[in-house]
Every structure is written in C-alpha cells, then in structure tokens.
C-alpha cells in the first residue's frame, strides 16, 4: 500500500466526518474535563514534582491536542476505518477519556499511571500502524506522543511523591 493518502479530503462529505471527528473529540474531552472537575482541593494538596506546569496550561495544550488527534482518525477513517491504525486510534481515545476519571474522579493515582501508560503505548501503535496509510496522520500525533511522555512522567512523579 502507498506511504501517501490516496482519500479525498476535498468532499463534502469527508468534511463533514472531519467536523465529527474534531467536535466529537473536543466536545467529549471537555465534558469529561468539566465532569472530573479538572482536581480542585483535591488535586491542589497534592505534593507536586518542580516541572508540574501551572494549572491553566491544561486546557489549551489539550484542546489544541484534540484537534490533532481529530483530525489524524479523521483522516486514517477516510482511507481504511477498518485498518489496524483505526483500531489503535479508538483505542487511545478510551484510554485517554478514562485516565481522568481515575485520576481526577476517583483519585487512582497508580490506575491512572497505567492507563496512562497504555494510552502512551497505543498512541506509538497508531503511529507505526497509521505511516503506510497516511503520513501526516503519523505526524499529527507527534505533538500528542510529547505531551503524553511528559504527563506520564508527572503522573509517575506525583504518585510516587503522594
């Protein structure tokens, strides 16, 4: 198979999946995030490593995040929804859309590390698995990989310090 999408994304109807995977994962991760609450007294009491980022910085790093990660299953939908690449994107939204609920909800600082791990680790797979059928969708999730790497070191640094 080509290293090169061959999906047109000009259509109007690849259009309108691109608005469903963006505001799908957007709308989704934002209720999540207003469900768990985002920490609050909880969160604020925990003992924090020196590179804990400042609180507002969460939002729109994810945000911009999710619509990298929208449009990278936007695309990898439009050539093969049944691929391997697809399975694994599917695979990493759950994980990320649980890991605040254990986290921020349930206070599973230990469950959300391995959730977070997992997510890491499918976010890699949907990389290797998505560059035979689209390379930028490969490429969007690079931002995404970084972010995770760092929050899984935090997650990490947190539980052991709490």
Not at 6 to 14: F, G, L, Q
């Amino acid at each position: 198979m080509s290293s090169v999408s061959t999906a047109d994304h000009r259509t109007p109807r690849s259009w309108l999946l691109l608005a469903v995977f963006v505001v799908g994962v957007l709308g989704i991760g934002s209720l999540i995030g207003v469900f768990t609450g985002g920490g609050g007294e909880w969160y604020d009491n925990l003992e924090k490593p020196f590179f804990n980022p400042p609180s507002w910085v969460f939002g729109p790093v994810w945000s911009t995040l999710y619509v990298l990660i929208g449009i990278a299953g936007w695309r990898i939908f439009t050539v093969d929804p049944r691929s391997t690449a697809m399975k694994l994107w599917w695979v990493q939204m759950a994980l990320n859309f649980a890991w605040s609920p254990v986290w921020f909800g349930a206070h599973f600082l230990w469950p959300a590390f391995v959730v977070v791990v997992l997510m890491w680790l499918a976010i890699i797979g949907f990389m290797l698995m998505a560059r035979p059928l689209d390379k930028l969708a490969s490429w969007l999730f690079l931002p995404y990989l970084l972010w995770v790497s760092f929050a899984s070191a935090l997650n990490l640094s947190i539980a052991l310090l709490n």
